[in-house]
């Protein structure tokens, strides 16, 4: 059996000639500081526990294992879910029994407790926030987890730092070397060319991509807040030191770090600021050294643009970069299509992810812990006589029930009244009526509203990928309205959907009849279907199908002697698929046996409907 130095030693040799390379690209002098990267890469390695190592092993033996149809997950806030990771680990059976097997925790580093952006202003990122426990609880979490086979997965801020880092105090304190591991300026002279080609990211709340400090006499960068300071990538001990930080991380029993905001680490004068080649050489950096160090953990980027425009963030076969990515834009699509009943954009990206490689695996979504901001793709709707401007208001006005017909409470975020955009914030279950229906006592609003929400949660289970619940949409948890009595979250709308998780709500789950049993059960459900059927797996091929009706949308996805047409209907009346497949199906939720020719939907209805051909069945 090899040793564990000479295994260090072989994964090394592996990657050895192609990370000196691209170090040594980026760093001047670089040859002379490789050996250190080196040297903490083989103390990572040997912290690490056997039980961590023996995981590395099974993983590397199977590296598809997170791209079956069996990984469903659940991003959560842990003191919103269970007050802190003790209390998560508390409740891993209520996790278990959701059907999920990835926790994604919001972020938990240290951070202040103001000017803190939702925990990613990092003021230490090696300790976790005090109220939210400690390094230790985090490794005892993520054991039983891996007793449990549920994998974690934690956001890495790498872009920046909160001004109440270590780093920043120092560098404001007047010292050079810390100074240099951020972008500091003694005017505006060079800021001033910087903004001419580099967007804004908040134009309305957070202007500028510099910020002057008047105790210092100095302009720092700070593409997204002014408390949150950009570090300089270009200087090779800000590189060493957040790479020892993730493996740190990773040595706690993270599985999958996601990179927040991995497009903007690298910066330089003349361009956007984005997407640099640097970042991809960085990014290409970490997949080897975890593959080096810790080969079971997986890099999960964060790129919110569409998906043919991210497809460089997984790299090539031969020199992969991230193992997974985000389906932003069909998430924002998804909604486009709840408020105009009209699938064809919806249709449209569903065929354009479903061109790209099987190989690449995509993270599905209905809501998150962020806003929804409209990144439709406005050239093409533009032919369909749908202006950009007035497109946005429509979905903003119809999203805040501001639009006649409309059920939707959701709230506005960054809203800007000169240019009329906005972003929007609110639960899944709000969005889909069920908070209105509730309030007017309407029981037909509420059915449909729930019809909604379970066939939206059955869309994003149909997609190919891993599906990713959002902590409280298993229940119908509706808008937090509090945030607006706290100092501190009053002005950022977001906490509309970051409320306490309802422990008393997820009691009734269990109670026949009720919103919670039925999204509950029928959210559950369609996961174990999942779950039993290879037609879901990432390997199926998928394609569309025209329905005849501009409000029904047609998937069918076909694989192992299986074929799956999946009917999704988005007007709130009853319709027909026009459709016209061979054979007999069986709809997998209603245990209906029909023909897939002319099908009837149910308003806001979902079929899906499964042809075996036995002698091919696996």
Same mark, same amino acid.
Request: hydrophobic share 35%.
């Given at each position: ?155 890495? =801020? ?30 505006y002279d060079i800021p001033a060319q910087f903004e001419r080609t580099c967007p804004q990211v908040f134009p309305t709340t957070a202007p500028g991509n510099f910020t002057w400090l008047d105790d210092l006499k100095k302009y720092v960068m700070t593409t997204f807040y002014p408390y949150q300071w950009d570090l300089n990538y270009q200087n090779p001990v800000v590189f060493q030191t957040m790479v020892d930080h993730l493996l740190n991380l990773t040595n706690k029993g993270v599985d ?5 905001? #991995? ?39 964060? =790129? #919110? ?120 914030? %609110? ?32 869309? #994003? ?14 229940? %119908? ?78 998937? #069918? ?62």
């Open positions: 059996m090899m040793t564990d130095m000479a295994l260090f030693e072989s994964r090394l040799n592996r990657h050895y000639d192609e990370l000196k390379w691209l170090y040594c690209e980026l760093y001047e002098g670089g040859i002379e500081h490789f050996p250190a990267l080196v040297e903490d890469l083989l103390i990572r390695f040997a912290e690490r526990s056997s039980e961590l190592k023996k995981l590395d092993s099974e993983r590397e033996q199977d590296p598809d294992w997170y791209k079956g149809n069996d990984m469903t997950g659940m991003m959560l806030y842990v003191d919103a879910f269970a007050k802190n990771l003790k209390g998560v680990r508390k409740k891993l059976g209520y996790i278990a029994e959701c059907g999920v097997n990835c926790i994604h925790l919001m972020p938990f580093l240290d951070s202040p407790k103001i000017k803190n952006d939702g925990g990613y202003a990092v003021s230490d990122f090696t300790k976790v926030k005090e109220e939210l426990g400690t390094m230790e609880d985090l490794a005892e979490l993520t054991a039983e987890c891996h007793r449990r086979k549920i994998n974690v997965c934690m956001d890495f =801020v790498m872009n920046h730092t909160s001004e109440e880092h270590e780093w920043a105090k120092r560098a404001r304190a007047g010292e050079k070397e810390y100074q240099d591991r951020y972008f500091f300026y003694d005017t999958i770090i996601r990179i927040d905001a #991995v497009p903007y680490i690298w910066k330089r004068l003349g361009t956007n600021c984005r997407n640099l080649p640097e970042v991809h050489n960085i990014v290409r950096m970490i997949r080897m050294i975890c593959e080096i160090v810790c080969p079971g953990v997986l890099l999960l980027g964060e =790129v #919110v643009m569409e998906p043919a425009r991210v497809v460089p963030y997984f790299g090539t076969v031969e020199k992969p970069e991230c193992h997974m990515l985000y389906n932003v834009t069909t998430m924002a699509t998804t909604w486009h299509t709840v408020a105009t009943k009209d699938v064809s954009l919806l249709k449209r990206q569903t065929e354009i992810v479903s061109a790209l490689p099987r190989e690449y695996v995509f993270l599905n979504y209905l809501r998150c812990h962020d806003d929804i901001g409209w990144g439709l793709e406005y050239d093409w709707l533009r032919s369909r006589a749908i202006e950009e401007v007035a497109h946005k208001k429509f979905l903003n006005a119809y999203f805040t029930g501001g639009y006649f017909g409309s059920d939707s409470r959701g709230e506005l975020y960054n809203d800007d009244p000169a240019s009329g955009d906005a972003r929007l914030c %609110g639960t899944t279950a709000s969005l889909c009526g069920i908070e209105a229906a509730l309030e007017r006592g309407d029981s037909e609003g509420l059915d449909r509203s729930v019809a909604c929400d379970l066939m939206l949660h059955g869309y #994003v289970l149909t997609q190919s990928g891993i599906p990713m619940l959002y902590s409280g949409d298993e229940i %119908g948890q509706l808008n937090d309205y509090g945030y607006k009595k706290e100092e501190r979250k009053a002005d950022d709308s977001r906490y509309v959907h970051r409320g306490a998780f309802h422990w008393d709500a997820a009691k009734l789950r269990k109670k026949k009849g009720s919103v919670e049993e039925r999204l509950f059960s029928g959210i559950t459900k369609m996961e174990e279907i999942r779950k039993a059927h290879p037609v879901f797996l990432n390997a199926a091929a998928v394609s569309t199908r025209e329905t005849g009706d501009s409000s029904v949308l047609c998937i #069918v996805r076909e694989y192992a002697g299986e074929k799956l047409v999946a009917l999704f209907n988005f007007a709130p009346w009853g319709k027909t698929a026009w459709i016209s497949e061979d054979g007999t199906y069986t709809d997998l939720l209603s245990g209906e046996t029909l023909e897939a020719k002319d099908v009837p939907v149910a308003a806001c209805g979902i079929r899906w409907l499964l042809r075996k051909e036995s002698s091919n069945i696996i």
